[in-house]
């Protein structure tokens, strides 16, 4: 069996690292800084084998130049949408590819997921999603280049996904979500109860993912504006309208 264990970078992301007992190979996801990499590599004696890649943005993309120097065959794996933007990619690949990786006898799917960018996917095998900054735990990505439909319709297919599907994002903003999900969905007590969970493993310095589906489902207001009570509550007829005022409202939230 793989082990995931998350590298923390810059302020609150995680590049997630993904190694097998026994084996000196390592893979990474969006390793926006590489020297955290190297000294998780250096500590745990592994060699870098590959890295996938989310989207473009310079926090998921600014170690790979150095990492492939230092690795010169390492597979880097990402999103053909953004290949004029992330020019250090060695394969491209699009919705519905698969993605071997005998070493780790894994084979991942891809989930093309545009809404934070254009290029956006995300790695799927069962039960591991890696799904950088489109869903986070309470919380997804921000608009920056598609529309909240486009989000809405990319987080449809992650909810099809099973409720033990085991969400790898790639920051830590799970507390600052919490405080708007308990304001905008302030009678559901099942957030009330995981954001205490949440603060207290924090206040330990131990990060809160990954998450399940089937937490999500319970407490993340933006995969919960399918639920009539909450359109209700926020006088909206769709789910798509519920997302598309709550996601405006996230971006205006001050806590
Ligand atoms: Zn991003």
Known sequence: MSQITPIPAFEDNYIWALCQPGHSHCMVVDPGDAEPVL???????????????????????????????????????????????????????????????????????????????????????????FCGDTLFSAGCGRLFEGSAAQMWHSLQKLLALPDNTQIFCTHEYTVANLQFALHVDSDNAALSEYSQHCRDLRLKNQPT?????????????????????????????????????????????KA
């Open 209 to 253: 993912l990954p998450v399940t589906l089937a937490n999500e489902k319970k407490i993340n207001p933006f995969l919960r504006s399918n639920n009539k009570l909450l359109q209700k509550k926020w006088q909206k007829d769709s789910a798509l309208a519920l997302f598309t005022m709550l996601r405006a409202a996230k971006d205006q939230f």
């Open 39 to 129: 000294q998780f590599l250096a500590q745990q004696q592994k060699q870098l084998h590959s890295i996938l890649v989310t989207h473009h943005h310079a926090d998921h993309t600014g170690g790979i130049a150095k990492l492939r120097q230092l690795f010169p065959d390492v597979r880097v794996i990402g999103p053909a949408a953004g290949q004029q933007r992330i020019p250090q990619l060695t394969e491209q690949v699009k919705q519905g590819d698969a993605v071997s990786l005998t070493e780790f006898n894994l084979t991942f799917d891809v989930i093309a997921l545009p809404g934070h960018t254009l290029d956006h996917i995300a790695f799927y095998s069962a039960p591991v999603l």
